[in-house]
C-alpha cells in the first residue's frame, strides 16, 4: 500500500540553524500539508499546498516558515532560524482531493538545541 | 484554542466490550469529522469519518456517532481487541477542506 515517507527520522540541531525537514508523498496526491506535535501538546496544522502555492496557513507559519515542491515528488518544510520552541514532532501529510482522508508520514522528530 | 474536545485522556477496556470515545467541538463551520489513531512512533492512521449531514457511519467493528446540535461525536469499536490499543485522535474538516484540527487524544488500553 502506498504510504508518505519523511526523512530523517530524527534531526538535532542548535538554535538558530537553518533545517529542512523532507516529505515524499503519495504519488498521485494533490494536496500537501504539515502538522507538528510539541511534547504533550495536540497535532497542529501548520500549512497546506496545492498548485505550487500555499492555500491556507496558521498561525504559527511565520516568516521562518516555508514550504516546496522542488521536484515534483518531493515536499520540504524549511525553517531557517530555528528556536528552541521549535522542538517538536512534525507530520507530514497528503490528500487525492479536498474533503479525503488524508495520509500522514511517519513523523520526523525536531531537537532544537 | 479548544474547538476539539476529548475530554478523557484515557480509557481502559476489557478484549470483547465495546469501547466509546467520546470528543465534542465548538467551531460550528467543521463540516466533517474523522478519527484517526496512532501508534508509537508512528503518524496517526485514518479510521473512519463522517459528514456532518449524517448522524452515523459504520465500518466493520467501528462505527462513528454525529449529533450535531449537541456539538457531539462517539466512536464506537465492539467487540474490542488488544490490537485496539492506540491513541485516538477526533479531528474536525472545516467546509474549506484545507485544515484539519485534532483533539488531544484518548489513550485506550484494551486488555486480554
Known amino acids: 500500500e502506498p504510504e508518505v515517507t519523511q526523512t530523517p527520522s530524527h534531526q538535532v540541531t542548535q538554535m538558530g540553524q537553518e533545517v529542512i525537514l523532507r516529505c515524499v508523498p503519495i504519488?498521485?496526491?494533490?494536496?500537501f500539508y504539515w502538522y507538528r506535535q510539541i511534547l504533550g501538546q495536540k497535532v497542529e496544522f501548520l500549512v497546506s499546498?496545492?498548485?505550487?502555492?500555499?492555500?491556507?496557513k496558521s498561525e504559527i507559519f511565520d516568516d521562518q516558515f516555508s514550504v516546496e515542491r522542488p521536484d515534483g515528488s518531493n515536499f520540504t518544510l524549511k525553517i531557517r532560524s530555528t528556536k528552541l520552541e521549535d522542538s517538536a514532532m512534525y507530520f507530514c501529510?497528503?490528500?487525492?482531493?479536498?474533503?479525503?482522508?488524508?495520509?500522514f508520514g511517519p513523523g520526523t522528530r525536531l531537537t532544537v538545541t | 484554542d479548544q474547538q476539539v474536545k476529548q475530554n478523557s485522556p484515557s480509557l481502559s477496556v476489557q478484549e470483547g466490550r465495546i469501547s466509546i470515545l467520546n470528543c465534542d467541538y465548538t467551531?460550528?463551520?467543521?463540516?466533517?469529522f474523522l478519527w484517526y489513531k496512532k501508534y508509537p512512533a508512528e503518524g496517526p492512521t485514518f479510521l473512519i469519518s463522517?459528514?456532518?449531514?449524517?448522524d452515523k457511519n459504520e465500518d466493520g467493528r467501528f462505527t462513528v456517532f454525529l449529533n450535531k446540535s449537541a456539538k457531539h461525536l462517539s466512536l464506537h469499536i465492539v467487540p474490542s481487541q488488544p490490537g485496539d490499543s492506540a491513541v485516538y485522535f477526533c479531528?474536525?474538516?472545516?467546509?474549506?477542506?484545507?485544515?484539519?484540527?485534532f483533539g488531544g487524544g484518548t489513550r485506550l488500553m484494551v486488555k486480554p
Open positions: 501529510a497528503s490528500t487525492r482531493g479536498l474533503w479525503d482522508e488524508q495520509y
Open positions: 504519488s498521485n496526491h494533490l494536496y
Open positions: 499546498f496545492y498548485n505550487n502555492e500555499i492555500s491556507e
Open positions: 467551531n460550528s463551520m467543521f463540516d466533517y
Open positions: 463522517i459528514s456532518s449531514i449524517k
Open positions: 479531528v474536525a474538516g472545516d467546509n474549506a477542506g484545507n485544515m484539519l484540527t
